[in-house]
């Protein structure tokens, strides 16, 4: 397999008036797509009665309710900055036993970035190729250059069809240490296209000497902790994962958790409802939680699912990434 050509990190916008990929049927259905991590070992798997689904603060019926059976699109987005191939190298190593979490059906592109976003491999169904690309990624690629973060998950993202042939779940895995630099479309934009293409960008952050750590002091908030680690480590994909209903787990055992990741994003739940009367271009809040009951049941368990959408009807603000 030769490496595909290097393609520059921009973002085209999406077309302005095309209808968001969350809404799939005859009736505006939204979907939500939500994750569990911590659940008890041997949980069966829950039901729709078990969540509860909220858009701008009000309970919403659901319409579908779906578990695994949805075929799932995989970004494989690897950072290869001077720092990373080690633990790019430790990935690779449980590749194998994370790809056999996928199923068949279900479609895996690779990408790798520093100051170039590489395509190393198309969406496929061969899961062997997908092997073969990670592998020859850590002894063929440079590691070397800069690290925009965001803006390569932005780029990596438009790579996804706006309107597959049937309902798929679709996620970005992003293998990094989490330390960005800022560059391209403004926070909000990315966001919003990210709804908009119905992705999960979930990350497996490396931890590497002198890098990020998930320790604060007790009391610190959400967003301080996010300023703390901008300070000192620049833009991290942080917002990204918490917008989408991704998840961010830090490691020192990359080829074990590798593995979880891709087993938890192919074990979500997908939840559909009919879209509430809402003003075109209208940004709406999600909520997803588990029941009262279900809590009870399954003790401590981290739910994630995205924050919100943007309604469809009007153009979106332009995408500010330099030619």
């Known amino acids: 397999m030769r490496l595909l050509p290097a393609v520059l990190l921009m973002a085209l916008p999406l077309p302005a008036q095309e209808t968001p990929q969350v809404f799939r049927a005859e009736v505006s259905l939204v979907r939500v797509d939500a994750g569990l991590q911590g659940l008890p070992p041997a949980t069966p798997p829950l039901t729709a009665g078990d969540f509860l689904v909220f858009d701008n603060g009000r309970p919403q019926s659901l319409r579908h309710f779906a578990h695994t059976e949805e075929p799932l699109d995989l970004i494989l987005l690897f950072d290869v900055s001077g720092s990373m191939k080690p633990g790019v190298a430790k990935v690779a190593e449980g590749a194998r036993a994370a790809l056999a979490e996928l199923r068949p059906g279900d479609r895996v592109a690779v990408f790798a970035f ?16 997908v092997h073969e690309a990670v592998e020859r990624l850590v002894r063929d690629v440079p590691f070397v250059g800069g690290t925009p ?6 780029v990596a993202g438009h790579n996804l069809d706006m309107r597959p042939p049937e309902p798929r779940r679709r996620a970005i ?14 926070l909000e934009q990315v966001i919003h296209d990210l709804w908009r293409l119905d992705l999960v960008v979930t990350g497996l952050v490396l931890r590497m000497p002198g890098g990020p750590s998930r ?8 967003g301080a902790r996010r300023s703390i680690h901008e300070q000192k480590y620049g833009a991290s994909m942080d ?26 994003l192919r ?32 003790g401590r368990v981290k739910l994630h699912a995205r924050s919100g959408y943007r309604a469809p009807g009007i153009p979106q603000h332009k995408d500010k990434t330099p030619p």
């Open 239 to 264: 917002p990204l994962a918490e917008a989408t209903g991704g998840e961010m787990l830090y490691t020192r055992n990359p080829e074990r958790d590798f593995q979880n990741l891709i087993h938890r």
């Open 173 to 186: 895995l992003v293998i990094t240490d989490n330390r960005g630099v800022p560059h391209g479309a403004e």
């Open 215 to 222: 320790v604060f002091p007790l009391g610190v908030t959400k």
């Open 149 to 154: 973060l965001r803006h390569a998950i932005h």
């Open 267 to 298: 074990s979500r739940y997908s939840f559909y409802y009919p879209m509430p009367e809402t003003k075109p271009g209208e940004r709406r809040a999600i909520r997803v939680e588990l029941t009262p009951t279900a809590r009870r049941r399954l």
């Open 114 to 129: 520093s100051n170039l976003l590489l395509r190393l491999l198309p969406f496929t169904t061969d899961h062997e190729l």
